[in-house]
């Protein structure tokens, strides 16, 4: 018997850092719709790599917010069935940085609300799943006095079973495999006519790596987590405005690092994108003061006042370098104005992170082709989900598309009495 194929559709798509994950595990795009001109690039190159002759129709640089959007995602869709919707609404009125830097608190900001979008794009086509990814700011954020958590939670259960305790939702990039801390609310909807619950669903997507601060039974059967060494440490060593877009890989794919395999082909010679920023005199003089000395911004500023920032409003976190042996800090699109937040752990570079490393430690395989300039390239990487733990996701969403296809449950879209 032949593996059944399932269909999604990817909402506030991206870069693709979600729907690659799927792809990983054998799903198949009906639809990518993203505003973002050098993303949908982007969408459409991978879609190519994939073998897709339909990539141009498929990625929809589109408005989600257009009153038509439902017939135009249906000309694109046609007469196939979505199994799943994926995707995330943008996320800066709900994270704290987004916040602090709005005199509003973010309270009047557009994209609170665009959820609603997903929702409507949801209920039409009803698909047996979705996955809703957003920053763990969303839990806590109140519009106009109202959580508006609960707000989207009463709007996807018209449907949908959808799981609320956040010891249970939200989801730790390091503990999937990916070598930085990153924690996001993944809700994943099962339609109420379907005989699969939530909580199965959170069960299977299985643990596979143990987090710096676990002991004893918290360990059990995981491995390591993944460090910024496992990620990058192969990459040729670069100074500041040093590289090329595309340069050949130096290293012998034999002695890679595990994780290093998990991203490359051994035939894939190419590398691409390893291209460090030019940095100022000043700020390689702090990067590698602060590497070698394994310090962070205030100890620079208690030892090397020579070295104090001239602007004023520089936080204790400004500056920050990423340590070898644990994995990065949160990869976020703020990298596109400069790297101070990512240096590189090895002092005698002196440098931030190039568009390569960040995609390495957001677990993009080497062969993902990013569009656009560098600038465009950071933002994509930054707002990202990370494709390993998208494919933890997709794993365990197959398993149970996978179940119910083998009890005749793959299309029930009736529930006592009432089509949903």
Same mark, same amino acid.
């Given at each position: 018997m032949a593996e059944r194929i399932y269909n999604f559709i990817d909402l506030f798509a991206g870069c693709g850092g979600l729907s690659e994950g799927f792809y990983h595990q054998g799903f198949h795009a009906l639809a990518h719709v993203e505003i973002d001109h050098f993303a949908c690039k982007t969408l459409k190159t991978r879609m190519r790599y994939y073998g897709y002759s339909?990539?141009?129709h498929a990625v929809m640089e589109q408005d989600i917010t257009a009153k038509d959007i439902v017939k135009k995602i249906e000309a694109v869709v046609g007469d196939e069935v979505a199994d799943i919707i994926i995707g995330g609404p943008p996320c800066q009125s709900f994270s704290p940085l987004g916040k602090a830097k709005d005199d509003n608190n973010m309270q009047k900001d557009p994209r609170n609300y665009l959820f609603e979008n997903y929702v409507k794009v949801l209920n039409h086509f009803? !698909?047996? +799943? +979705?996955? +809703?990814?957003?920053?763990?700011g969303l839990l806590d954020t109140e519009i106009q006095g109202k959580s508006i958590f609960k707000i989207i939670l009463r709007r996807l259960r018209q449907k949908y079973r959808v799981l609320s305790k956040e010891e249970t939702i939200v989801l730790n990039a390091t503990s999937y495999g990916v070598p930085q801390e990153r924690k996001r609310v993944i809700l994943i909807g099962t339609r109420r006519d379907l005989d699969a619950k939530p909580e199965e669903l959170y069960a299977a997507i299985q643990k596979t790596?143990?987090? !710096?601060? @676990?002991? /004893?039974? $918290?360990? @059990? /059967?995981l491995k %390591?987590?993944?460090?910024v060494r496992d990620a990058i440490a192969d990459l040729p060593k670069l100074?500041?405005? =040093?590289g090329t877009v595309e340069a050949e890989y130096p290293n012998d794919y034999s002695e890679c690092p595990e994780y290093v395999k998990l991203l490359r082909k051994p035939s894939d010679t190419v590398l691409r994108d390893h291209v460090? %920023? %030019? &940095?100022?005199?000043?700020?390689?003089? %702090?990067?590698?003061?602060?590497? =070698? &000395?394994?310090? &962070?911004?205030?100890q620079l500023l208690d030892f090397r006042p020579d070295l104090a920032h001239e602007k004023k409003r520089v936080f204790f976190n400004s500056y920050k370098v990423q340590w070898w042996d644990m994995p990065a800090r949160t990869i976020i699109a703020h990298l596109y104005k400069d790297g101070n937040q990512f240096i590189h752990p090895d002092y005698e570079q002196g440098r931030s992170l190039t568009v390569r490393e960040a995609a390495r430690l957001q677990s993009f395989p080497d062969d993902f082709i990013f569009e656009g300039s560098r600038t465009e390239q950071f933002k994509q990487i930054g707002n990202a989900v990370p494709p390993m733990l998208? =494919?933890?996701i997709a794993k365990a969403i197959k398993s149970k598309l996978d179940e119910l296809e083998r009890n005749g449950q793959?299309?029930? $879209?009736?529930? &006592?009495g009432i089509t949903i």
């Open positions: 339909t990539a141009d009803k !698909p047996k +799943f +979705f996955v +809703f990814e957003n920053v763990t790596h143990y987090l !710096p601060g @676990d002991s /004893g039974k $918290q360990k @059990d /059967g %390591r987590y993944v460090t100074h500041s405005g =040093e460090a %920023r %030019r &940095n100022n005199e000043k700020d390689v003089e %702090r990067y590698k003061v602060m590497a =070698e &000395n394994h310090w &962070n911004f205030l998208a =494919e933890a793959g299309d029930i $879209q009736e529930c &006592n």
